[in-house]
Each structure stands twice: as structure tokens, then as C-alpha cells.
């Protein structure tokens, strides 16, 4: 079996393109594979941000043979009446290498069967390699030199070999050949003469060409380099995916800035080093130290001067940021809330003072919902968009709500404020962690629903390729909040009376509120199936989010095909609830008295496993009366009697759930 490599190297690729460029590659090379009937064992994408390389193994030499039955015109326009071909028959036969005795007769239509011969293997490659990796796409692809063609950066060489031989190939307006490219520092005419030794031989060259090879050996390095601090360092899965794409052969140097701007809020010392320079912060004893690492590109040892540059950026970025904190922290944090009216929330919808004032009220109510003094949930609604208007936010405008709990904590609130201003915009996505205080929680829940509320007030709504001002996070997140902290909230009161303080009155209720429970249940879906999800939606599930969730654990689990087979009964001969009381005097068998008795004895003031134990303990009775009593009873008042009887069954089931969605 054969081994194919394709490497295009270019200059520099945008570290964003190279993730989508590795699928894109994957998908494109396999569709051509699989079209073409061609077998293949895998397909390894490799990328660094001077090269993209695919590694196909397991080919055939050559795709086999493969019989077509082709259809022709009708009988009787391609043969004459003498049995002769006609000029439509002589057509087809010409144009298929075919005889007049290669042709037969079906349905009234003339057929052959035709033999396409197969290709090798090189051939294949060499005609579509080209236009399948001509149809990468990303942003801002342009032209480059006189070339018409456009992509992300100019291509600077092609390897394209088939075992040990070469498959020519041209793209865009670069020949390929057999030599790659080493490291910038190392080897630059570096010959490939077998594909199954191209790791190898770029790792002998200082190019890790495998990314997750690369990523785990950043990490290696770095906590190597913390290790000798007795530190650890931080990094995100978005940073040690840029310097994995910005890095051939990744080698950490550590440097070390003034310790005067640990003063500063952690979080924009964090921020300066991994989100806008690459560094990994680094932490000892739980506390940020003025150290950090740089993982560079680099193959030699002399660093004095990378580590130089790197610190006289650092310190320009935190010199900034310490005069926007001392400037902002002049006054206190409750100041800048005034300017908030200058800040626009969303057209039509306000400002952000406008927002922050709705906040209060709506936090105030959640909280009086829930038995809690309110005056530490309205002074964090109060402050927690005080930040936006702050020189800080500005620049580091991710970091809102960190920066305001920071000066929150200088403007002496207490801290129950402090934790809410920073965790009402939990959580960050949808992985991360949710609030912890009860006022970060609440404040938050109010934030979003009054976000998502304004949205679809505003005719905004998300489509497929849109999701204004992030509502399906804002959603989830309300969602995921209510969950791990256990809350009962109605958030269905809330979507109404968040509506009712916008500006713009819009009656959107019912779609927000379907709009939070699709939310919900493809949230959910992961850990429960979409029939138990749905047969316990059949009471409004914002209204108690813990309590569906009960029910739906209970559904999820359940094993009852008696219980199942007399609710969707009841279900089938209910049309709709009967409006009608129960008259015992119209009870005609004893199976009636029985059946209504059981019923009325059944508590809903109890856990939902019990409640499920109750239904199921019915069940006998249920069969009984379904065996014994024909509810369609001649005499009209039996009849209904018997009605209002299963509607107050089907009551009683449809308090756990739909069982007709199970």
C-alpha cells in the first residue's frame, strides 16, 4: 500500500485560518477519496504556520475497474423497424465504444453495460490535489504577486511524492518538487524521499509538524520552566492554541518585570500577558508572581534580547494600565454610574443607566421571591455596569465586571457586593463556572432575561447565522445558574415583567419564553433523551426549572410499560379535559368507586419517586376499570361522569408528565 504527502509551505498563515484549514483539508481529501472509490487506511492533517501537509496512507496503486450500466434512448428511436441501428442508436453506441451487440433491450429502453477502467493512483492525485486544496476558504484571502488565484498568505513551495516518486503538481503559480523547508534558523533545502519518514525528518530539521505533538510538548515545557520558580503557569485552551499556531518548534524563556504593577487588578496583568502578548502568567503559592514565559520560536541560545523586547512591551501595556487605575480610582466606583446614561444599550432599548435601573427592580422582586434582604442584590444591580464608563473597561473591555468588583473592593463596598459585580456575568461560556454569591446569581439571572427579553422586544430575534448581543449564552446561562445553585425561580414571571420595563412594548412573551425552553432542553439533551425532556414540558418548565429537571430524572429512568400503555389510553379517549364534576350518585360499578377513590388518595406533596410509585400502584385498578366499564355509555350523564373521571386520571398523570411523549 502506498503513503502520499502533500505540503504546501507558505509565509506566515493568520493563526485563526490553520485550525479551519485542517478540517477543510481532512473533509476535501476525503470526499475526493471516497468519490473516486479510492481505498485508503487514514488521512493525517499536519499544519504549522509556515506549512499545511497531508499524509494519506493505505492507498492502492490503482482504483479498480468499475461496471456502469448506461441507459440509451427508447427502442424504437435507436432501431429501425428492420432491427437496425439508427442514427440515435449508432450514437450512443459511438459514444460508449460499444457495438450494435453490446446493446440490449429493457422496458423499452435500449442499455449496455460498460467497463470504466481504472486510474492510478498518481494520475488521480495529480489532476484533483490542486483544485481541492484551491478550495480552502477563510478570511481575507487575497491576491498575491500578478497571480489571479487568491489565499491566505503567498505559497512559497510544494512537496507532493507518492512512496519515493513525485506526483508534479502545480498550484497557483508554484511547481512542487521533493524539498521542503526547515526551520527559519535551521536547514532550508531539506529533500523528502519517502513520505513515511516526513515527522522524522522535519523534527531533524526543528519543525514539529504534528500540532497536538507540538501543544503537549508547549505545556511540557512550560511547567518545566515553572517548575525551576516553584511556580505553575496559567493558560487558557485559546492561548495554547495561538502559540501552538504561531510556533514551529517552541522553546520557553522566562522573563521578569517590575513588581510594581502586581498593585494592579490581577486579572489585567493576566490579561496584558496571555490575551494580548502570548505569555504565560505564572502563579506561586496561589499568588501571581512578576515572572512569566514566553514560549518563542527560536533555535539557539542566546535570549538576552528576546527577553528584553519582550519586557519593554509588557511594561508599556502594564504602565498604561496603572495610570488608567489610578486615574479611574479617584473617585469611587459609584460615581461613574451617572455616566452610564451616556452609554447606549441597544437601540431603541435605552441606555445602560436605563438597563442598570430595570436591574434594580427586577433583582429586588427575585430576591423577595426567594426570602432574601435585597439591599446587597440592588447596591451589586446598582453597581454592576458602573465599570463600562471607567478608562480600564475601555482598554481591556473583556475584563468588565472584574475590573468593577476590583474597584468595588477600593470604594470600600462590602463583599458580598464585590463577588456579585464581578459574577453577574457568569458564566463566561458555556463551559465555564456559574455564579457562587446569591447576589451574582440573582443579579445575573435579571441581567440576562432582561438582555434577551430587549432582543426579541426589539424584533431582533437569533436566526441561524445571528445571535444578537449573545442571547442563546445569555439563555443557557440563566439556565446552568438556576441548576447548580438549586433556585426556584419563575423565570416565566420574569420574562413577563421584564417585557413590561422596556421602553418598547412588544407582547413577545411566548416566544421568549419557547425561546428559553428549546435553550434548556438542548442543553439538557446530552444527559437525558428528548422524549423524557419534552413528556415532562407538558407543565411550563421556567416556572420551576429544579423541578422539571426532578421529573425528567424520574422519566428518564423509567420502566413501567402497564403505566405507559393506561395513560396513553386515557390520553386517546380524552379529546380534551372534561369541564364536568364527578357525581358519585352516576357511578354504576363498583370499579368506578374504586378507580375515583384511588385517585383522590394519591399525594402530590411528596417526593417525584413516591409519586411514581402511587401512579404505578394504580395501575391494577386503571386495567380493571378499562376491562370492566365502557366509557361510551349509552346514558349521557354515566358517560360524562365517566369522562371527568380519566380527566382527573389524566391530571394526575400529567402532574409527573406527558406519557403520551414518552
Same mark, same amino acid.
Given at each position: 500500500m502506498s503513503i502520499y504527502l502533500l505540503e504546501v509551505g507558505t509565509e506566515e498563515l493568520p493563526y485563526k485560518f490553520i485550525p479551519q484549514a485542517i478540517e477543510q483539508l481532512n /473533509?476535501? $481529501? /476525503?470526499?475526493?477519496?471516497?468519490?473516486?472509490?479510492?481505498?485508503?487506511?487514514?488521512?493525517?492533517?499536519?499544519?504549522?504556520? =509556515?506549512?499545511?501537509?497531508?499524509l494519506i496512507y493505505g492507498l492502492e496503486s490503482q482504483t479498480a475497474d468499475e461496471e456502469k450500466i448506461v441507459k440509451g434512448p427508447i427502442k424504437n428511436v435507436a432501431f429501425d423497424d428492420n432491427g437496425n441501428l439508427t442514427k440515435a442508436g449508432e450514437g450512443f453506441a459511438r459514444k460508449n465504444n460499444l457495438t450494435k451487440d453490446d446493446l440490449y433491450v429493457e422496458d423499452n429502453y435500449v442499455y449496455a453495460k460498460i467497463v470504466v477502467k481504472g486510474k492510478p493512483i498518481a494520475q488521480l492525485l495529480q489532476e484533483n490535489v490542486p483544485s481541492i486544496f484551491m478550495k480552502l476558504q477563510g478570511s481575507h484571502f487575497m491576491r498575491w504577486g500578478y497571480n489571479d488565484e487568491k489565499f491566505s498568505r503567498p505559497i512559497k513551495w510544494i512537496v507532493s511524492v507518492l512512496d519515493k516518486e513525485e506526483v508534479k503538481i502545480k498550484i497557483i503559480d508554484k511547481e512542487s518538487?521533493?524539498?521542503?523547508?526547515?526551520?527559519? $534558523?535551521?536547514q532550508q533545502k531539506v529533500i523528502i524521499g519517502d513520505p513515511k519518514d516526513y515527522v522524522e525528518t522535519m523534527r531533524n530539521a526543528c519543525v514539529i509538524v504534528d500540532q497536538e505533538e507540538r501543544k503537549q510538548l508547549i505545556v511540557k515545557k512550560a511547567k518545566e520552566e515553572a517548575a525551576k520558580l516553584g511556580a505553575t503557569p496559567y493558560y487558557t485552551d485559546d492561548l495554547l492554541e495561538e502559540v501552538t499556531f504561531i510556533t514551529e518548534y517552541p522553546v520557553p524563556a522566562i522573563c521578569e518585570f517590575d513588581p510594581v504593577f502586581l498593585?494592579?487588578?490581577?486579572?489585567?496583568?493576566? /490579561?496584558?500577558m496571555a490575551v494580548h502578548q502570548r505569555y504565560f502568567a505564572l502563579?506561586?503559592?496561589?499568588?501571581?508572581?512578576?515572572?512569566?514565559? /514566553?514560549?518563542?520560536?527560536?533555535?539557539?541560545?542566546?535570549?538576552?534580547?528576546?527577553k528584553a523586547g519582550n519586557v519593554r512591551v509588557i511594561k508599556a501595556r502594564l504602565d498604561?494600565?496603572?495610570? $488608567?487605575?489610578?486615574?479611574?480610582?479617584?473617585?469611587?466606583?459609584? %460615581?461613574?454610574?451617572?455616566?452610564?446614561k451616556g452609554v447606549t444599550f441597544q437601540k431603541g432599548m435605552g441606555s445602560m443607566y436605563d438597563k442598570t435601573q430595570r436591574l434594580i427592580k427586577l433583582s429586588k422582586d427575585i430576591s423577595n421571591d426567594l426570602n432574601i434582604n435585597s439591599t446587597d442584590t440592588e447596591r451589586t444591580a446598582?453597581?454592576?455596569?458602573?465599570?463600562?464608563?471607567?478608562?480600564?473597561?475601555?482598554?481591556?473591555?473583556?475584563?468588565?465586571? $472584574?475590573?468593577? *468588583? %476590583?474597584?468595588? =473592593?477600593?470604594?470600600?463596598?462590602?463583599?458580598?457586593?464585590?463577588?456579585?459585580?464581578?459574577?453577574?456575568?457568569?458564566p463566561l461560556n458555556a463551559e465555564s463556572e456559574t455564579a457562587k454569591g446569591?447576589?451574582?446569581?440573582?443579579?445575573?439571572?435579571?441581567?440576562?432575561?432582561?438582555t434577551v427579553c430587549a432582543v426579541f422586544a426589539a424584533g431582533k430575534k437569533p436566526t441561524g447565522s445571528s445571535d444578537p448581543?449573545?442571547? =442563546?449564552? *445569555?439563555?443557557?446561562?440563566?439556565?446552568?445558574?438556576?441548576?447548580?445553585?438549586?433556585?426556584?425561580?419563575d423565570i416565566d414571571k420574569y420574562i413577563k415583567e421584564a417585557l413590561k420595563l422596556l421602553p418598547v412594548q412588544r407582547d413577545c412573551a411566548d416566544e421568549v419564553n419557547e425561546f428559553f425552553i428549546q435553550r434548556m432542553i438542548i442543553f439538557l439533551n446530552d444527559k437525558y433523551s428528548k422524549n423524557a425532556l419534552e413528556a415532562c414540558a407538558v407543565k411550563n418548565p421556567l416556572c420551576d426549572i429544579a423541578d422539571y429537571v426532578k421529573r425528567v430524572d424520574i422519566i428518564q429512568n423509567l420502566n413501567s410499560p402497564v403505566l405507559l400503555e393506561n395513560a396513553n389510553r386515557v390520553t386517546k379517549i380524552l379529546k380534551e379535559y372534561s369541564q364536568d364534576s364527578i357525581n358519585e350518585n352516576y357511578f354504576k360499578e363498583e370499579i368506578e368507586k374504586t378507580l375515583f377513590n384511588s385517585i383522590m388518595n394519591i399525594k402530590e406533596n411528596t417526593d417525584y419517586k413516591t409519586y411514581l410509585s402511587q401512579l404505578e400502584n394504580l395501575n391494577p385498578v386503571v386495567t380493571k376499570f378499562f376491562d370492566d366499564v365502557l366509557v361510551m355509555d349509552k346514558d349521557e350523564n354515566v358517560k360524562k361522569n365517566r369522562l371527568a373521571l380519566l380527566t382527573l386520571l389524566r391530571k394526575k398523570y400529567e402532574f409527573l408528565a406527558d406519557f403520551s411523549k414518552v
Open positions: /473533509t476535501g $481529501f /476525503t470526499n475526493f477519496l471516497n468519490d473516486n472509490k479510492v481505498k485508503f487506511s487514514d488521512i493525517k492533517v499536519y499544519a504549522t504556520p =509556515r506549512r499545511l501537509a497531508v518538487s521533493i524539498y521542503t523547508r526547515g526551520h527559519r $534558523f535551521a498593585s494592579i487588578p490581577e486579572e489585567v496583568t493576566v /490579561t496584558v502563579y506561586k503559592d496561589g499568588k501571581l508572581i512578576n515572572k512569566f514565559i /514566553t514560549m518563542t520560536n527560536y533555535i539557539g541560545t542566546e535570549f538576552e534580547n528576546i498604561d494600565a496603572v495610570f $488608567f487605575f489610578n486615574e479611574d480610582t479617584k473617585k469611587p466606583l459609584a %460615581d461613574y454610574v451617572e455616566a452610564l446598582l453597581l454592576c455596569k458602573a465599570d463600562l464608563t471607567t478608562n480600564l473597561v475601555f482598554e481591556f473591555t473583556e475584563l468588565q465586571g $472584574f475590573i468593577g *468588583a %476590583d474597584y468595588a =473592593r477600593v470604594s470600600k463596598e462590602n463583599d458580598k457586593v464585590v463577588q456579585g459585580i464581578k459574577e453577574h456575568y457568569f446569591i447576589e451574582g446569581q440573582i443579579v445575573g439571572i435579571a441581567d440576562k432575561i432582561d448581543l449573545g442571547v =442563546r449564552r *445569555a439563555a443557557l446561562g440563566v439556565i446552568r445558574t438556576i441548576l447548580d445553585s438549586n433556585l426556584k425561580i
